[in-house]
Nanobody, 115 residues
Framework: QVQLVESGGGLVQPGGSLRLSCAAS????????MGWYRQAPGTERELVAT???????NYADSVKGRFTISGDNAKNTVVLQMNSLKPEDTAVYYC?????????WGQGIQVTVSS
């Protein structure tokens, strides 16, 4: 069973930055893709960013140019660097790792952007 543990969330003012990390209990080389999703109250969970094992990345239009996803193979960690945060980025963020037909999810971490 793969365990994913997220960290780095919290409260930040608009325009600020946060760095989310998702640490896996196993080597991330085994996964086909890794990503971050988010869910705000009363909304569906939505894709934020993904990175495929060949290095290609994909971002939601709402975060392009502000967020960057990257993998750290040595630490078995996927990082989401979030800059120029907006109040509409407020949500619970979940990391997601895919191994063929299997999906693994973290427990979720709160990000609140407010003055």
């Amino acid at each position: 069973q793969v365990q994913l543990v997220e960290s780095g969330g919290g409260l930040v003012q608009p325009g600020g930055s946060l760095r989310l990390s998702c640490a896996a209990s196993t080597s991330i080389f085994r996964f086909n893709a890794m990503g971050w999703y988010r869910q705000a109250p009363g909304t569906e969970r939505e894709l934020v960013a993904t990175v495929i094992n060949d290095g290609r990345t994909n971002y939601a239009d709402s975060v392009k140019g502000r967020f960057t996803i990257s993998g750290d193979n040595a630490k078995n960690t996927v990082v989401l660097q979030m800059n120029s945060l907006k109040p509409e980025d407020t949500a619970v963020y979940y990391c997601n790792f895919v191994h063929y037909a299997l999906n693994y999810w973290g427990q979720g971490i709160q990000v609140t952007v407010s003055s």
